[in-house]
C-alpha cells in the first residue's frame, strides 16, 4: 500500500506543480478571482429578484416592476462576468511579466471587443429580420464568449509585452511629466496589439463563420462545454479532486484551473435561460461542483464526517477534532478533517473518501434529471456559505435544493458510518493503552 | 517584532491557524504580527515579513515562492501536516521562531 501510494504521489505532484505553476492557468485563476466579486454582486441580486412567492404576494405589475428594476445589477455583472475575467487575465498576465499592467489589462479587453460581433439580427416580424448595427450583444461577453475571452486575453498580453520589449515606443525628450511619456510609451504596442487583432477579424469575416467568436464557439467552446456537462467528466473531476486532496493536495484549486472556464460557461447558460423564462440547459455547473459536490462542509462533503463524529465518536481524538472542525465545517473549510483525522495518505478512508462523491453526484445528477430538483439557475453562490442555504439559493430559490442537500448529507454519513467507526474504536483502544500504561507506571 | 506569513488557496484555512499562533505568541511573551493571506497575494506581502509558511495542501507552491523568498531574503518551509490538522499554533509558532532563527 505505501508503495503504491509513493507511486501515484510522484505522478500526482508534478501535476499539481505544473498547473499550479503555469502562468496562463495562474492567470486564468486569478483573473477569475477578480470577477468573483461582481459575480457575486450579481448573484445576490438574482436571489433577491426572483424571491420566493413574491409573485403570489404583489401583483402581475408590481411583480415585472420590482424586477426589472433590480434587473441592471446581474445584467451589468454576472451576465457579462467574461469581460471581468478578461480584464483579469491582461492584469494579471502582464503584472506576471513586470509590464504595466493596467494596459495588459485595458488591451485584452479591447482586443476582445474587436472580435466581438457588433451587430444583432433584430427580428422586426415573422419573416423580416433587420440588422441593428452600433451594439453588442451581452451573451457574447458573458457565456458565449468565454473562450474567445480567455484566449484572446492570454494572446493580447503576449503581444503587449511582445511589443514593449521590442521598444518601438516613441522617446520623449527629458522634462516630459512621466505620466505623459508613459501614455505614449504604451501607445504603439497597443496599436501593434489591436491592428493584429483588427486583422484577424477581417479575415474572419470572409470565412463561413464570420466572426472569430463564432469560430471559437462552433469549433472549441461547444464540443468542451458539451463533453464537460456530460456525467463521465463530472465523475473525472470529482475524483480527481478526491485524488489530490487525499495526498494533502488542494484538489478544487488544481482541478478549477482545468475545469472552470467549462463550469462558468454552463453557469452563464443558464443564467441566459433563467432571466429569459426558458427551460434551463445544463445540469453540471459550476454551481453544481460548488454546492452539492464541494460544498457540504467542503471537499469529500466532510460536514457528515463532523456529524458521525458527534454521533459515535467515543476516542477523545475523534471528539476533539469534532470540536475544532465543526465550525470551520459549516462554512465549508475542511482542512482541520483533512489533516487532522487524518484524511491524507490514510488507507482506511480512501473508500469512503472516493466512492461518497461519486454516489452523491449520481444522485445529485440523477435526482435534477428526473425532475425532482431544479437545476442551478446560474448564481453564483459563495462557496463559504452553509449547506441548505447554499442549495436552496443555487436552485433558484428552491427548497428541493437544499432537502438535496440533506439527503446527500445522510447518504455521505452511512458511506462513512463503518469506516468511521473502526477509526473510532482503533484510537479508543489505543488511547486506553496508553492510559492504563501510564496508570501502571504510577502504580509502581 | 517578528513578521510571521501564512499562505494557502484563499487564506482561510490558515486563518484558523493564526489566531491558535496569536495566542501561543501573547502566552509566550513574544511580540509578533501574524497574518494569513491567499496564495495569489503572498508574494507582494512577503516584503514585509521574516518568514512565510505554506498550507500543506498547497506545498506544490514552495518551489514558485522559494524564488521570490530568496529575493525579499526571508526563509520559507511548508507546515507540517499534522500540527496543521490540530491546529497547533504552539507547534507552528516554534517553527516560525525556528526559521527566522532565533
Known amino acids: 500500500m505505501n508503495r503504491f501510494m509513493e507511486v501515484l504521489e510522484n505522478i500526482l505532484m508534478p501535476i499539481a506543480d505544473k498547473l499550479n505553476n503555469n502562468r496562463y492557468l495562474t492567470a486564468l485563476r486569478n483573473g477569475f478571482m477578480v470577477a468573483l466579486p461582481f459575480i457575486i454582486f450579481g448573484s445576490i441580486f438574482v436571489v433577491i429578484a426572483n424571491f420566493p412567492f413574491l409573485d403570489k404576494w404583489i401583483s402581475e405589475d408590481a411583480y415585472a416592476a420590482y424586477q426589472a428594476a433590480l434587473g441592471p445589477a446581474s445584467a451589468s455583472t454576472l451576465s457579462i462576468m467574461g469581460l471581468f475575467v478578461i480584464l483579469g487575465i491582461g492584469y494579471k498576465l502582464t503584472e506576471h511579466y513586470g509590464g504595466e499592467a493596467i494596459y495588459g489589462g485595458a488591451v485584452a479587453l479591447a482586443s476582445f471587443l474587436i472580435l466581438t460581433p457588433q451587430v444583432i439580427d433584430f427580428v422586426t416580424s415573422a419573416d423580416v429580420t433587420e440588422e441593428v448595427g452600433g451594439v453588442i450583444p451581452t451573451a457574447s461577453l458573458g457565456a458565449e464568449g468565454m473562450f474567445l475571452g480567455i484566449f484572446t486575453a492570454f494572446i493580447a498580453a503576449e503581444l503587449y509585452r511582445f511589443f514593449v520589449q521590442k521598444d518601438w515606443t516613441i522617446k520623449m525628450p527629458a522634462g516630459v511629466p512621466d505620466a505623459v511619456s508613459r501614455s505614449f510609451s504604451a501607445l504603439i504596442p497597443i496599436t501593434m496589439t489591436l491592428s493584429t487583432f483588427l486583422v484577424v477579424r477581417i479575415i474572419f469575416s470572409y470565412t463561413p463563420f464570420g466572426t472569430v467568436q ?19 467528466a463530472t465523475l473525472v473531476a470529482v475524483l480527481l479532486i478526491q485524488l489530490f486532496w487525499f495526498f494533502g493536495l488542494h484538489g478544487q484549486i488544481i482541478v478549477n484551473s482545468v475545469f472552470d472556464p467549462i463550469w462558468y460557461a454552463l453557469n452563464n447558460q443558464n443564467l441566459e435561460a433563467f432571466n429569459a423564462g426558458q427551460e434551463l440547459p445544463n445540469i453540471v455547473t459550476k454551481q453544481f461542483i460548488d454546492t452539492f459536490i464541494v460544498g457540504i462542509g467542503g471537499s469529500g462533503m466532510t ?114 458510518w463503518p469506516f468511521l467507526k473502526i477509526m473510532d474504536k482503533q484510537y479508543y483502544e489505543n488511547e486506553q493503552s496508553a492510559e492504563n500504561e501510564r496508570n501502571e507506571s504510577t502504580n509502581m | 517584532m517578528k513578521h510571521i506569513l501564512l499562505a494557502c488557496s484563499a487564506g482561510m484555512s490558515t486563518s484558523l491557524l493564526v489566531s491558535k499562533m496569536k495566542e501561543a505568541a501573547e502566552a509566550k511573551g513574544i511580540d509578533a504580527e501574524i497574518w494569513a493571506v491567499a496564495q495569489d497575494k503572498a ?9 512565510l509558511l505554506i498550507g500543506p495542501q498547497m506545498r506544490f507552491m514552495k518551489k514558485k515562492f522559494s524564488k521570490t523568498a530568496e529575493e525579499v531574503g526571508i526563509p520559507l518551509d511548508v507546515i507540517d501536516p499534522m500540527a496543521y490538522g490540530r491546529v497547533d499554533g504552539e507547534a507552528v509558532l516554534n517553527k516560525a521562531l525556528e526559521l527566522i532563527g532565533e
Request: charged share 10%; proline share 9%.
Open chain 1, 214 to 232: 463564432d469560430f471559437i464557439y462552433t469549433l472549441i467552446q461547444e464540443p468542451l462545454t458539451a463533453l464537460g456537462s456530460g456525467l463521465p
Open chain 2, 43 to 51: 508574494p507582494k506581502e512577503m516584503e514585509r515579513a521574516d518568514v
Open chain 1, 303 to 416: 460536514l457528515a464526517v463532523i456529524i458521525g463524529i458527534f454521533l459515535i465518536g467515543r476516542s477523545r481524538q475523534l471528539k476533539e477534532l469534532g470540536k475544532l472542525g465543526a465550525p470551520a465545517g459549516i462554512f465549508n473549510v475542511n482542512e482541520p478533517i483533512i489533516f487532522g483525522l487524518p484524511i491524507i495518505m490514510n488507507p482506511l478512508v480512501i473508500i469512503p473518501w472516493l466512492i461518497a462523491p461519486v454516489v452523491v453526484t449520481f444522485i445529485t445528477y440523477f435526482t435534477m434529471a428526473g425532475g425532482l430538483v431544479p437545476y442551478p439557475n446560474g448564481v453564483i453562490v459563495p462557496w463559504t456559505t452553509p449547506a441548505v442555504l447554499s442549495g436552496f439559493l443555487a436552485t433558484g430559490n428552491a427548497w428541493q435544493g437544499g432537502v438535496l442537500q440533506l439527503v446527500n448529507i445522510a447518504v455521505v454519513f452511512v458511506i462513512w
